[in-house]
């Protein structure tokens, strides 16, 4: 640990003393770092989208009178403002999740239009990849009280992933069961799999297994850390289970809702 060690003598009316002060800075230290890290990762990531836009729009100036080379260049105006875009979002979106204000309601959430929802938002990039998304709920249909965009968002962010990672003919599933005092919800998917080393650090932000992948498919790398955040901030917990050649599992635990049991008290 790092500690800061302070000391001063003392002379007050003929005694005489000494005061010690230590301060354990270690945590202090590792936020700074953390932030120090941050800065410049997302500096690092802005810039080379804003540098392609700049060489794109030079070469266009003098290409104007070349209609195919010109649409070209627009088309690679367009791909890494939209890039910019992304990580403008997921950046906003990360420091709206860390601030004071964020606030997560509690409301009653019927789990099936949630994702109804959410196979709503990606059936046709998935069918465009010819990839099948499908849903598996348990019956009894699982109870939740809890904050439903947070939740959609956490199951967009994960389907999203699993549509852009997956090849042709792979499915993607999303889950729900209830586990004693626990909902499991889950996205399943029989793609590439990610190789165990990568497990730990998968959640951090800017954390990609293939950097040039991830950006080539416009992926920002903030993904799974908006999905931590948000499934935290519900008082959940995600963990993922992986195997190269079989596939992902991003399961979400959320406590189930108590509304049942609530009722029943009121009831009596
Ligand atoms: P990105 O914007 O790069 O997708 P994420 O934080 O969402 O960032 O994901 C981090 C990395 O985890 C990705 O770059 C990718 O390498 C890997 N990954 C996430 N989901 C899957 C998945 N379903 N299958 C294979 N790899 C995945």
């Known amino acids: 640990r790092r500690l800061l060690v302070g000391a001063t003598a003392l002379h007050d009316e003929g005694d005489e003393g000494m005061i010690a002060v230590i301060v354990d800075v270690t945590d202090l230290r590792r936020l700074e770092s953390l932030r120090r890290d941050f800065v410049a990762n997302v500096s690092h990531e802005l810039r080379t989208p804003v540098a392609a836009v700049r060489s794109a729009a ?45 606030r997560i309601k509690r409301e009653r959430i019927d789990i099936t239009s949630v ?24 019956n009894p249909v699982p109870a939740l009280e809890t904050d439903q965009r947070a939740l959609e968002q956490i199951l967009s962010n994960l389907v999203e992933n699993a549509v852009k990672y997956c090849p042709a003919g792979s499915s993607v599933t999303l889950c729900a069961e209830t586990k004693g005092e626990m909902v499991r919800i889950a996205v399943e998917d029989t793609g590439p799999g990610i190789s165990e080393k990568h497990l730990p650090r998968l959640f951090e932000r800017f954390y990609r297994v293939d950097a040039s992948r991830s950006r080539e498919l416009g992926g920002t790398g903030l993904g799974l850390s908006i999905v931590k955040h948000l499934t935290e901030a519900l008082g959940g917990k995600i963990s993922v289970e992986s195997q190269i050649g079989k596939g992902s599992t991003f399961t979400v635990q959320l406590r189930a809702s108590n509304w049942g049991a609530q009722n029943h008290v009121a009831v009596r």
Request: charged share 35%; aromatic share 6%.
């Open 58 to 102: 030079e070469t266009l100036r003098g290409a104007v009178s070349d209609p195919n080379a010109a649409v070209r260049f627009i088309d690679m105006i367009e791909r890494n403002a939209q890039r910019l875009q992304s990580l403008i979002e997921d950046l906003l979106e990360l420091s709206r999740i860390e601030s004071k204000e964020f």
């Open 115 to 138: 994702f109804h929802i959410v196979v709503g938002l990606f059936r046709e990039r998935a069918e465009r990849k010819q990839i099948r998304l499908e849903m598996r709920i348990a």
